[in-house]
């Protein structure tokens, strides 16, 4: 008697590439500028989260909103724009995608088009703020007190991961299957992310620390965490890694 076949396991086969920034004169200067207007921001606005988390960290929402926006519409392609295929059409003898027609194309984009996609990534952006503060209050972050804290936290940490991805990828079921699987191939935005969540889990290493510091208070550190790690990360990303996904063999 012989045993029955054993089902193969179902795999994710990775097909994305990376996000290739538009090459406008533009967005070439912004992309550069934008990770030092952000580091300049919140390092002239650490002291006053030191001494008021709550009422800093609600008015930074609107600064840190505007940044991201002007970043994803300036210098990103908006979601519809980005394709993992080209139709026959488009392609040369050796079945590539023509470069400058793709270039062509993002050019050609329409103001109208960039902004109601980026009000869609920044509704879908809210959105995963409450089931973000509760994988927050899973990972650890005060339950009964500092909810407030909890709840701003999850909304910066949404604005700097998950906009840019809402904006680039909308809701291609592919593209978050990858980005899930964490399998999703570097470049500016996916290591933004990553830098975010490594950087906000690195955050809260300080804190039970007995060092007695004004900044040790929750969520100052994780947050703190999650703007560098979002730098770092977009750096990181963009130049050292860009086209690299992570491997779990």
Not at 127 to 147: D, E, R, Y
Request: glycine share 6%; charged share 10%; with cysteine.
């Amino acid at each position: 008697m012989t045993n029955p076949p054993i089902p193969k396991s179902r795999t994710i086969n990775p097909t994305s590439q990376p996000i290739t920034l538009l090459s406008t004169p533009t967005a070439r200067t912004f992309a550069h500028l934008h990770p030092v207007l952000l580091s300049a921001y919140y390092y002239l606005h650490f002291s006053s989260l030191v001494a008021t988390p709550v009422p800093t960290l609600f008015a930074d929402l609107v600064p840190l909103s505007l940044l991201q926006l002007a970043y994803a519409i300036t210098c990103l392609p908006p979601t519809k724009s980005i394709s993992t295929t080209a139709t026959p059409a488009q392609k040369t003898k050796t079945g590539k995608p023509k470069r400058a027609q793709r270039e062509r194309e993002r050019a050609w984009e329409g103001l109208p088009s960039k902004l109601s996609t980026a009000l869609l990534a920044l509704t879908l952006t809210l959105l995963s703020t409450p089931p973000l503060t509760t994988i927050l209050i899973l990972f650890g972050a005060p339950l009964t007190t500092h909810l407030s804290q909890t709840v701003l936290l999850a909304a910066h940490i949404s604005l700097l991961a998950l906009f840019p991805l809402f904006y680039a990828h909308g809701v291609n079921s592919t593209m978050w299957l990858e980005i899930a699987g964490v399998i999703l191939p570097f470049d500016e935005v996916w290591g933004a992310t990553v830098g975010t969540l490594l950087g906000a889990w690195l955050g809260a290493v300080p804190i039970p620390l007995d060092w007695d510091r004004g900044w040790q208070v929750w969520p100052v550190t994780v947050v703190t965490g999650a703007w560098v790690g979002a730098v770092v990360g977009r750096g990181v990303g963009g130049l050292l890694v860009r086209g690299r996904r992570v491997r779990f063999d």
